[in-house]
C-alpha cells in the first residue's frame, strides 16, 4: 500500500513564485473589465463620504520615483478607506499649464514660437499636455492605482477654467485682487515674474563690493567731500541707485583714514576696517541715524542725487549699516522708496539685460554687467574694495538659474488683508506630522503679497480689461461672462478675440466713453490655477465636496499646493479647502542621495514593476517611514522582495491546507476550537486591530512589520509548523484538523483583506482561489472587524507563557543538533524538569505536548532541582534532549515504540495504523 496516498497533503493552484511583472497586467486587466472602481463606488454608495483630494502632478515627462509614492500612498488610504465604511472617490488629476510645457515644445519638439501667433502656439502646448496626460496616466494604472481614470480632472479642461476664473472674481470682488507696480522676483531665463513658492536657494559666486559715495549736502551734520560707505553683492543695481538708508536709532562715526573721511555704523567699524585694511583710522565724530535723514550724495558716476533716508530695515549683520538703496530692484528698497518719494527705475528689461536708463551699459546682460560697473567705480575712484563671496541666492526653480528682483508692474493678491483668517483656517486644520503647522504658519505670517501675474503664454489669462483711460475693469458681469465663454470655448478664446468680442453685448463702463476696451495679456501664477481645485474639482464634481478630509503631497507643497489651495479657499469661503494634511519626505537613492542623471542613481517607477512588480513597490512605499525622506534602490526592493515572498508562501499554505475545507459544513464554532487554536485567533483579532488602528494613523511601517511578524513567528514558526502533523496525518474530519482548518480559514480571510490596500494584486489572485466567497473582488468587500474571544486575556497570558517556555526547548533541539545528539526533531525524546508554575502550565494544556514541541517522546520527569547535572539549564526549566527510542513510522515520520504492534500495517505506528484502518482501507 502506499500510505502517501493517505495523506492530506496540501494542494492549491496558488503559485508560490508570485511572477508579478507578467500577472499584474493580466489582473489589471480584468479589473478593467469589470469596471473595478465603478463597482466600488456602486457598494459603497451612500455611505459617509472619505475625500482624499490628489494633488495633481505636472503633466510632462515619465513618473519619477516621487510620483509613485505619492500615488500609492494616496491609493493605499484611499482603499482602505473604501473598505471601511466609507464611500471613497479618488478623481486623479493633472496640472497642464506653465513654462515647462512651453520649453519642451522648443526644446524637444522644435517648434517656433515667433512663427505662429499665441492661440496657436498654446493649441501645440494643449496638444503635448494631453500626450503627457495619457502617457502618465498608463504608468500609474501600472502601479495598481485605483480611481476614476477615465474622468480625471485637468486645469485645461474648460470647464476647470471656468471656475477658476470665478474664484479670480470672488478674491477681486473683496478687494484681495490689485495691480502695482512692485519689486518681485524676477527669472530672465524665463522671462517673467515669479511667486515665492518658486523660488529655490542654491550657492551663488557674487561679486562684494565696497563704495564710497561722497557727500553733496550734509544738512550741517556733515561736511560736503565726507563719503557715506555701502556693500553690496549685486553691482549690477548701482545704476538704479537713488538713495541711501540708514537706521534711526544706530550710532553712525565719521571715521578718518588718510585725507578721506568715512560714515558708517559704529557697530562695524572694527569689521569693515579690517575689511579695507585700514590699519590706522580716527573717529571724528558720532550721531544717530536719524540726524542724516535727507542728507544728499552724489551718485558715483552718474550726475544725480543720491538721498539719505531712515530705514527700519537696516540691521548689523553684515556691511556697513548704510544700505544702497535702488526701488526698482528690492523689496524693502522699493517700500521706503515709496515713503520718501524717491520714484521707481529699472533699468533691466524682462530678458535680464541692461537698458538705455543705464547709460554705458546698455545691452549687458545683468550678471556680465558687474564687471563693468565694478570697473567704472574703480575708475571714479568710488570702489574702496572687490572681493568675491559664495552665499544662498535665489533660482528659478524650474530652469535652476538666478533671480533678480525687478520692478514691474503686475497683478498680486493680498494676502495680507486676510492673514488672520489664514491663520486661524491653519489652527482648524490636522497637520501629520504636526511640524507642518509650524511650517505654514511661519510662511503665511511673513508671506508679502502673492505675485500672480506671469508674462508667458501658456496659462489662463487674468480676465481684466482696461478702460481708455487704462483704469482696469473687473465686475461680476465681466467675470460671469468670460467664465461662461471659457466653459463654452476653453481659455485660448481669449487669445482669439478682441477684447470687444469676450465682453457682454452691449457692455459699457465710464473709463471708456468711447465704447474702447483692451484686455490684459497675463496669465494667471500655475499655483491660483492648480490652487484653485477645491473649487473646480470639488466643488464642480457631483461625487465630491468641499473641504476634503486630506491632502496628502510632498512636504514641497507647503510652500505649493498647500499654500495657494488655502489662499484661495480662505479668501473666497473663509474656511481651508482641507480638514487634514499629509505630507511625505523625498525619494533617495540607497546611500541617501538626491536621485540625478548625471550620478546614474536614479531609480525609474518603470523598471521597478518590469523587475520586481508593481506590489513590490507598493510594498517598500509601505515599509518606510514616509513622512520623513525615504531611500530606495536594488538592495532594499531585494529585502522587501523577501518579505513578500514570506506574506506570499503564507497565503500559499493556507489556501493548500484548506482545499477540503467547506467554511459551511466543516466551520468548529470557537467555543469547540481547542485552546491552542483559540490563542492563534485571539493573536489573529490583536493583529486585526492593530493593522486597522495603524491605517487610521496612517502609519504603513506598522503594518508592514506587524503582518511579517504575524506571518513569521505566530504562524510560520509555530502554529502551522506543529499544525502540519494534525493536517496531513489526522483523518480528513477528525475535529483536531478542522479545528486547525477553521482558523486557517479566519487566518486566510484576514490576512487577505488586511493587506489588500498595500497588495492589491497578490490579493486578488489569493482571492480567486478561495472557492468559499461570493464576491468577484476582495476590493468588493469591507476590512475585518477585531472580535473578543471569551477568556482571551487568560488564554492569551497562559499560551503567552508556553511560547516562551517552547523557545527554550527550541534552543535545547538546536544544541542537540549542533552536538550530533539528534538530527531533525522528530528524533528526539525530551525529558523535562520545570519549575512549579511551568509544571503547572504543562498540566493545564489538554493539548499534546510532544505535538506542539515537534518531537516524538517526551516525558515530564520531576522537578526543576531534582534535574541531573547533565540537563541544559533555563530560567524555569531544565532539559535533556536525546535519540527517542523506537522506530520511525514510515506514514507520520515519528519516532514509535509501537511500529509494528499492527499486523496489517507493519511499518505504521498505533496512531497512523488506526487511522489508515478507520478512513483509508478501500487503497489496500
Given at each position: 500500500m502506499d500510505y502517501k496516498e493517505t495523506l492530506r497533503m496540501p494542494k492549491t493552484d496558488f503559485p508560490m513564485r508570485g511572477n508579478l511583472p507578467k500577472k499584474e497586467p493580466e489582473i489589471q486587466k480584468k479589473w478593467e473589465e469589470m469596471d473595478i472602481y465603478e463597482k466600488v463606488q456602486e457598494r459603497t454608495k451612500g455611505r459617509p463620504l472619505f475625500i482624499l483630494h490628489d494633488g495633481p502632478p505636472f503633466a510632462n515627462g515619465d513618473i519619477h520615483m516621487g510620483h509613485a509614492l505619492n500615488k500609492i500612498l494616496k491609493d493605499i488610504i484611499v482603499r482602505y478607506k473604501s473598505m471601511s465604511g466609507y464611500c471613497a472617490p479618488y478623481v486623479p488629476g493633472w496640472d497642464t499649464h506653465g513654462l515647462p510645457i512651453e520649453t519642451a515644445l522648443l526644446k524637444k519638439q522644435k517648434i517656433n514660437r515667433k512663427e505662429m501667433d499665441v492661440a496657436q502656439f498654446r493649441k501645440h502646448c494643449e496638444q503635448y499636455a494631453w500626450e503627457q496626460i495619457e502617457r502618465q496616466r498608463v504608468q500609474f494604472k501600472r502601479l495598481g492605482i485605483r480611481g476614476d481614470w477615465k474622468n480625471p480632472y485637468v486645469t485645461l479642461k474648460p470647464e476647470y477654467e471656468a471656475q477658476q476664473i470665478r474664484v479670480f472674481g470672488e478674491m477681486a470682488k473683496k478687494g484681495y485682487i490689485y495691480k502695482g507696480l512692485k519689486p518681485v522676483y524676477w527669472s530672465p531665463s524665463s522671462e517673467s515674474a515669479l511667486a515665492e513658492a518658486e523660488i529655490e536657494y542654491y550657492d551663488k559666486r557674487s561679486p562684494s563690493i565696497y563704495v564710497a559715495f561722497e557727500i553733496k549736502d550734509g544738512k550741517n551734520v556733515l561736511t560736503d567731500g565726507e563719503k557715506i560707505v555701502i556693500w553690496t553683492t549685486t553691482p549690477w543695481t548701482i545704476p538704479a541707485n537713488l538713495g541711501i538708508a540708514v537706521h534711526p536709532d544706530l550710532e553712525y562715526s565719521v571715521v578718518k583714514v588718510g585725507a578721506d573721511k568715512f560714515v558708517i555704523a559704529s557697530a562695524l567699524l572694527e569689521e569693515v576696517a579690517k575689511e579695507l585694511d585700514w590699519t590706522e583710522y580716527e573717529v571724528v565724530k558720532s550721531f544717530k541715524g536719524k540726524e542724516l535723514e535727507y542728507v544728499v550724495a552724489k551718485h558715483p558716476f552718474y550726475d544725480r542725487d543720491s538721498l539719505v533716508i531712515l530705514g527700519e530695515h537696516v540691521t548689523t549683520d553684515a556691511g556697513t549699516g548704510c544700505v544702497h538703496t535702488a526701488p526698482g530692484h528690492g523689496e524693502d528698497d522699493f517700500v521706503v522708496g515709496q515713503k520718501y518719494n524717491l520714484g521707481v527705475l529699472c533699468p533691466v528689461d524682462e530678458r535680464g539685460y541692461m537698458t538705455e536708463e543705464a547709460p554705458g551699459f546698455e545691452g549687458l546682460f545683468y550678471d556680465d554687467a558687474n564687471k563693468k560697473i565694478t570697473e567704472k567705480l574703480e575708475e571714479v575712484g568710488a570702489l574702496l574694495k572687490l572681493s568675491f563671496i559664495t552665499h544662498s541666492y535665489p533660482h528659478d526653480w524650474r530652469t535652476k538659474k538666478p533671480t533678480i528682483f525687478r520692478a514691474t508692474a503686475q497683478w498680486f493678491a493680498s494676502i495680507k488683508d486676510f492673514r488672520d483668517e489664514l491663520l486661524q483656517a491653519i489652527k482648524e486644520t490636522k497637520w501629520i506630522p504636526n511640524w507642518g503647522e509650524i511650517r505654514i504658519h511661519n510662511m503665511i505670517r511673513d508671506r508679502s503679497d502673492w505675485c500672480i501675474s506671469r508674462q508667458r503664454a501658456w496659462g489662463?489669462?487674468?480676465?481684466?480689461?482696461?478702460?481708455?483711460?487704462?483704469?482696469?475693469?473687473?465686475?461680476?458681469?465681466?467675470?460671469?461672462?468670460?467664465?461662461?465663454?471659457?466653459?463654452?470655448?476653453?481659455?485660448?478664446?481669449?487669445?482669439?478675440?478682441?477684447?470687444?468680442?469676450?465682453?457682454?453685448?452691449?457692455?459699457?463702463?465710464?473709463?471708456?466713453?468711447?465704447?474702447?476696451?483692451?484686455?490684459?495679456?497675463?496669465?494667471?501664477?500655475?499655483?491660483?490655477?492648480?490652487?484653485?481645485?477645491?473649487?473646480?474639482?470639488?466643488?464642480?464634481?457631483?461625487?465630491?465636496?468641499?473641504?476634503?478630509?486630506?491632502?496628502?503631497?510632498?512636504?514641497?507643497?507647503?510652500?505649493?499646493?498647500?499654500?495657494?489651495?488655502?489662499?484661495?479657499?480662505?479668501?473666497?469661503?473663509?474656511?481651508?479647502?482641507?480638514?487634514?494634511?499629509?505630507?511625505?519626505?523625498?525619494?533617495?537613492?540607497?546611500?541617501?542621495?538626491?536621485?540625478?542623471?548625471?550620478?546614474?542613481?536614479?531609480?525609474?517607477?518603470?523598471?521597478?514593476?518590469?523587475?520586481?512588480?508593481?506590489?513590490?513597490?507598493?510594498?517598500?512605499?509601505a515599509s518606510v517611514d514616509y513622512q520623513s525622506d525615504v531611500r530606495v534602490s536594488d538592495a532594499i526592493l531585494k529585502q522587501v522582495s523577501e518579505v513578500y515572498r514570506k506574506i506570499r508562501n503564507t497565503y500559499r499554505f493556507l489556501l493548500g491546507n484548506l482545499f477540503d475545507f467547506d467554511p459551511n459544513q466543516h466551520r468548529v464554532s470557537v467555543e469547540k476550537l481547542r485552546e491552542v487554536d483559540r490563542y492563534i485567533l485571539i493573536k489573529l483579532n490583536k493583529l486585526i486591530a492593530k493593522v486597522r488602528k495603524a491605517y487610521e494613523e496612517y502609519d504603513f511601517a506598522s503594518i508592514y512589520h506587524d503582518v511579517h511578524n504575524f506571518c513569521t513567528i505566530e504562524l510560520s514558526s509555530f502554529y502551522l509548523d506543529f499544525a502540519k502533523d494534525i493536517l496531513y496525518i489526522e483523518a480528513a474530519d477528525s475535529h483536531n484538523r478542522r479545528s486547525i482548518q477553521t482558523v486557517l480559514y479566519e487566518t486566510l480571510l484576514a490576512l487577505v483583506k488586511l493587506m489588500t490596500p498595500i497588495l492589491p494584486h497578490t490579493t486578488e489572485e489569493v482571492w480567486g482561489h478561495i472557492e468559499s466567497v461570493e464576491e468577484k473582488s476582495v476590493q468588493l468587500v469591507d476590512m475585518p472587524e477585531a472580535v473578543e474571544i471569551e477568556g482571551s486575556k487568560e488564554i492569551e497570558a497562559k499560551w503567552d507563557q508556553f511560547m516562551s517556555v517552547r523557545d527554550d526547548v527550541l534552543k535545547a533541539l538546536e544544541i542537540a543538533r549542533n552536538e550530533k545528539v539528534i538530527g531533525k526533531s522528530l528524533n528526539a525524546a525530551l525529558i523535562l524538569y520545570p519549575n512549579e508554575e511551568i509544571k503547572e502550565l504543562f498540566n493545564s494544556i489538554q493539548e499534546d505536548l510532544k505535538q506542539l514541541f515537534i518531537v516524538s517522546q517526551l516525558e515530564i520527569a520531576g522537578d526543576y532541582k531534582d534535574a541531573p547535572e547533565e540537563a541544559q539549564t533555563f530560567d524555569s526549566i531544565k532539559i535533556i534532549v536525546k535519540q527517542a527510542d523506537g522506530e520511525t513510522c514510515e506514514r507520520c515520520w515519528v519516532v514509535s515504540t509501537d511500529i509494528g504492534t499492527d499486523q496489517d500495517h507493519p511499518t505504521l505506528c498505533k496512531r497512523c495504523a488506526s487511522i489508515v484502518k478507520d478512513h483509508y482501507s478501500h487503497l489496500a
Open positions: 489662463v489669462p487674468i480676465p481684466v480689461f482696461y478702460g481708455e483711460n487704462g483704469e482696469p475693469i473687473i465686475t461680476d458681469e465681466t467675470i460671469e461672462h468670460v467664465a461662461k465663454l471659457f466653459r463654452e470655448h476653453g481659455s485660448n478664446v481669449w487669445f482669439e478675440r478682441e477684447a470687444k468680442d469676450l465682453l457682454p453685448e452691449g457692455f459699457t463702463h465710464p473709463s471708456s466713453p468711447n465704447g474702447i476696451f483692451t484686455k490684459e495679456t497675463d496669465i494667471m501664477d500655475v499655483w491660483f490655477d492648480s490652487g484653485s481645485s477645491h473649487q473646480a474639482v470639488l466643488v464642480e464634481r457631483e461625487d465630491l465636496q468641499r473641504p476634503a478630509d486630506l491632502y496628502l503631497e510632498g512636504s514641497d507643497q507647503y510652500r505649493g499646493w498647500f499654500n495657494s489651495s488655502l489662499s484661495t479657499a480662505v479668501a473666497v469661503t473663509g474656511k481651508a479647502p482641507y480638514k487634514g494634511v499629509l505630507s511625505h519626505g523625498f525619494a533617495l537613492d540607497g546611500e541617501g542621495r538626491k536621485m540625478s542623471k548625471s550620478l546614474g542613481n536614479v531609480v525609474v517607477p518603470a523598471k521597478v514593476t518590469e523587475q520586481f512588480g508593481a506590489d513590490i513597490l507598493r510594498l517598500w512605499v
